[in-house]
């Protein structure tokens, strides 16, 4: 594969950015098969913080999106991360890892104070991301519910996404 480069969504994207979400959960077994409107229902309520795009000089390969959450304390400017699709038959080239680099820095260059996300420990410990007993998300085995500090402090209490997340 030739190198890739990561790109804010534009006008456009959209169709390619459904199929590729809903190739990329298709036979995952967490999935619950509605990721692909989760991105289109956060864009179209106006609640898509960030949203980027893996290229590789042809096509569109990978995705992220990043939406706004509250805290119950009252903590400002922490963010949800997810979800993050790459084509199926290209998982495994860091496609996956240069959308979340570069996503996490771009939301600190906006003044994100952190990060939450849904997903395995194993695969997002290598960015920081780590469970805190403090920062709840009531549902889902607690040690899936991440987060990272990219400014302290940390904040404690039950954390909550917008709307489209159901």
Do not use: C
């Not at 390619?16 to 967490?30: C, G, N, Q, S, Y």
């Amino acid at each position: 594969m030739s190198a890739i480069t990561i790109r804010p969504e534009r006008d456009g994207d959209e169709a390619v950015i459904h199929e590729l979400t809903e190739a990329a959960f298709r036979d995952m077994p967490f999935s619950e098969g509605d990721e692909q409107d989760l991105v289109d229902a956060l864009r179209n309520e106006g609640d898509l913080t960030l949203s980027l795009v893996a290229e590789d000089g042809t096509r569109i390969v990978g995705h992220i999106a990043f939406s706004r959450v509250a805290i119950s304390d009252g903590t400002r400017d922490w963010y949800g991360l997810g979800p993050v699709s790459v084509w199926p038959e290209l998982h495994g080239q860091g496609i996956g890892s240069a959308l979340v680099r570069r996503g996490i820095a771009d939301m600190r260059a906006k003044g994100a104070k952190g990060i939450v996300l849904l997903g395995s420990p194993d695969y997002y410990g290598r960015f920081g991301f780590e469970h805190d007993p403090h920062l709840q998300y009531p549902g889902p085995p607690p040690e899936y519910f991440q987060r990272l500090v990219l400014d302290s402090p940390a904040p404690n209490g039950v954390v909550r996404y917008v709307p489209a997340f159901g």
